[in-house]
């Protein structure tokens, strides 16, 4: 079972590399958002993952208040953010 966790440990961390650099590269800020909450997703994973396999459950609530950190996060930034110059 241990290379279960290794595998899915090792996709996240891959695409949260990917993430990274497209956030990082990103043209216009929508695109920057997009990438840090696909990031702050892929933490949340991790997190899951790390829940699964280690059956300690004092991760979950931190859990749930990072999905809604995110969630209002995101929305804010969408409601006020200013248009790119292209």
Same mark, same amino acid.
């Given at each position: 079972m241990s290379i279960v966790w290794t595998i899915s440990a090792?996709?996240?961390?891959?695409a949260s590399l990917l993430t990274l650099y497209?956030?990082?590269r990103g043209p216009t800020t929508?695109?920057?958002?997009? %990438?840090?909450d696909t990031l702050i997703a892929l933490v949340i994973c991790g997190l899951a993952v790390w829940v699964a396999a280690t059956f300690d459950t004092t991760i979950v609530p931190s859990i749930v208040a990072l999905s809604l950190v995110?969630?209002? %996060?995101?929305i804010s930034v969408a409601r006020f953010r200013v248009r790119d110059d292209e």
């Open positions: 090792t996709l996240l961390l891959s497209r956030a990082l929508l695109d920057r958002l997009v %990438g840090i995110s969630f209002i %996060g995101s």
